[in-house]
């Protein structure tokens, strides 16, 4: 395939390069994934609009050559509708940490899935509050450590593949920053799919995570990622987290059917 632009020119080299993460950090390897997505898929970069929230990942449209907004904590699904509604003809693609997404973001989040709106929705998933200094997120599993939760978290962690299927999502996928090539095709093809399309990605916080449950460094974390992950076909080793494509189906897009609508009133006043 020949790409019509370079790499390189979907980014924005004068910005905060290095960037702002932790050494170690999984979120500049989510960044490449979505940036070799919209490349293989020859998508003109005047044509995509990167919306955020609040946290670690919020800073991701920084670093675009994206139509972006950085909007605030959990609300990123509510501007990313707006902006769909005003503009169906581009791609919106909205990057949400765990807690951003299933904490404050929660309601927007099960919202945007049953409406299914036109959108792709990319969580990073650390499993903390990496950016505000290391409190419980929805996903911290049971008996991990947080600072708010020091002596280990003893509420039961959200699944957000299911929630996003049972919310009635048309896409669903799941990936980690370990799993790399994966994770390019997925979020490409959760660009293309038409409707509400989620892809978590689990990925490593050796500074906030890991330094409080003594998982060792991002190479270890990587490494956790390899051993107890497994791809989304045949039976599932017990205790192993499934990769992969987990819901794809069709159903009409928010978009396509107001658009519809709007039409046939038109036609009858």
């Known amino acids: 395939m020949e790409y019509t632009v370079p790499e390189h020119e979907y980014l924005r080299p004068h910005k905060k390069f290095p960037s702002v993460w932790c050494a170690g950090c999984g979120i500049g390897t989510v960044l490449g994934a979505i940036i070799r997505a919209v490349r293989s898929l020859n998508l003109s970069k005047d044509k995509i609009a990167m919306i955020s929230g609040i946290g670690c990942t919020g800073r991701m449209p920084v ?26 003809d581009m791609e919106v693609i909205v990057v949400m940490g ?10 927007h989040f099960i919202h945007a899935a049953r409406r299914n709106i036109e959108l792709t929705a990319i969580v990073v998933n650390n499993r903390i509050y990496g950016m505000t200094g290391g409190q419980l997120s929805p996903t911290t599993p049971v008996g991990d450590r947080a600072t708010t939760a020091p002596y280990g978290q ?42 509400f399309s989620v892809i978590e990605v689990l990925t490593q916080c050796p500074v906030g995570y890991g330094q409080l449950n003594q998982t060792g460094d991002a190479v270890e974390m990587l490494k956790w ?6 791809a989304a076909r ?22 396509e059917s107001y658009q519809k609508l709007m039409k046939t009133s038109k036609k009858r006043t």
């Open 154 to 195: 003893i509420e039961q962690a959200f699944d957000i593949a299911k929630i996003a299927e049972a919310s009635g999502a048309a896409f669903v996928a799941r990936s980690t920053t370990y799993h790399a090539i994966e994770l390019d095709r997925l979020i490409a093809r959760g660009i293309q799919k038409k409707g």
């Open 234 to 255: 045949g039976k599932v080793p017990s205790g192993k987290i499934v990769r992969g494509v987990l819901v794809d189906c069709d159903i009409p897009g928010y978009v």
């Open 63 to 88: 670093y675009v050559d994206f139509n972006t907004m950085h909007t605030t904590h959990g609300r990123a699904l509510a501007f990313a509708t707006g902006l769909k509604l005003a503009r169906p």
């Open 98 to 107: 765990d807690g951003d997404a299933l904490a404050i973001g929660g309601n």
């Open 225 to 230: 990622f390899r051993d107890n992950t497994t």
